[in-house]
């Protein structure tokens, strides 16, 4: 009232930070982008940034938030002169509008993203035999998340209730920072969280 204290909010200028999972591309599970799009849709964002988070974080949907680098919908002219001549190098994604994260209905399971999930590991080849997803050689699709923290065990847990559901084998390790960097260093890893 004697406005000795004033209360001013300052916009954040600064560009993005990232933090996402990230999948070792060195193994075979993980190579078809239809694998990695169906866990993706399988991580609930509104749930957990409304129950785990409280309300505080805002999706990124680039490495390169807040800065002019960042791809917001269809290519301009001037992209497309430079990216046609790689048309038959690069993928059909790059001439259509920036993709953007899926958003769920908020409840912890949204059966639609679920659903198309699914719908891209079967087309994958992982198809349902009884609980458990598996290619055509029989082999089950395991992922296990390498944690250096339990503070994103609670993070995780309802993530991988989702990634069961589709049929996945999903666990997480929690090891000491010096197993976790000397993994990293070797990529004896499937998925870990990472920030950048």
Same mark, same amino acid.
């Given at each position: 009232?004697?406005?000795?204290?004033?209360?001013?909010?300052?916009?954040? $200028?600064?560009?993005?930070?990232?933090?996402?999972?990230?999948?070792?591309?060195?193994?075979?599970?993980?190579?078809?982008?239809?694998?990695?799009?169906?866990?993706? &849709?399988?991580?609930?964002?509104?749930?957990?940034?409304?129950? %785990?988070? /409280?309300?505080? /974080?805002?999706?990124?949907?680039?490495?390169?938030?807040?800065?002019?680098?960042?791809?917001?919908?269809?290519?301009?002219?001037?992209?497309?002169?430079?990216?046609?001549?790689?048309?038959?190098?690069?993928?059909?994604?790059?001439?259509?509008?920036?993709? &953007?994260?899926?958003?769920?209905?908020?409840?912890?399971?949204?059966?639609?993203?679920? $659903?198309?999930?699914?719908? %891209?590991?079967?087309?994958?080849?992982?198809?349902?035999?009884?609980?458990?997803?598996?290619?055509?050689?029989?082999?089950?699709?395991?992922?296990?998340?390498? %944690?250096?923290?339990?503070?994103?065990?609670?993070?995780?847990?309802? /993530?991988?209730?989702?990634?069961?559901?589709?049929?996945?084998?999903?666990?997480? $390790?929690?090891?000491?920072?010096?197993? /976790?960097?000397?993994?990293?260093?070797?990529?004896?890893?499937?998925?870990?969280?990472?920030?950048?």
């Amino acid at each position: 009232r004697d406005k000795r204290v004033v209360l001013e909010e300052f916009p954040l $200028r600064s560009q993005g930070v990232m933090q996402g999972f990230i999948f070792n591309l060195r193994r075979d599970k993980f190579q078809d982008i239809r694998v990695r799009r169906a866990m993706g &849709l399988a991580f609930d964002f509104q749930w957990s940034n409304a129950n %785990l988070f /409280y309300g505080l /974080y805002q999706r990124t949907e680039s490495f390169f938030e807040n800065s002019p680098l960042k791809a917001e919908g269809a290519p301009s002219a001037t992209e497309l002169a430079l990216l046609e001549p790689l048309r038959s190098e690069i993928s059909p994604d790059a001439f259509k509008p920036a993709a &953007l994260q899926p958003v769920s209905d908020g409840s912890g399971a949204d059966r639609k993203l679920l $659903r198309q999930a699914s719908q %891209l590991l079967e087309d994958a080849g992982w198809k349902i035999e009884g609980t458990q997803r598996k290619n055509a050689n029989g082999e089950k699709l395991s992922v296990e998340f390498l %944690l250096d923290n339990p503070v994103f065990e609670r993070i995780l847990t309802p /993530y991988l209730k989702n990634l069961q559901l589709l049929g996945i084998d999903a666990t997480m $390790r929690t090891i000491d920072d010096a197993q /976790y960097q000397l993994r990293l260093k070797t990529f004896d890893f499937d998925i870990v969280s990472a920030r950048f």
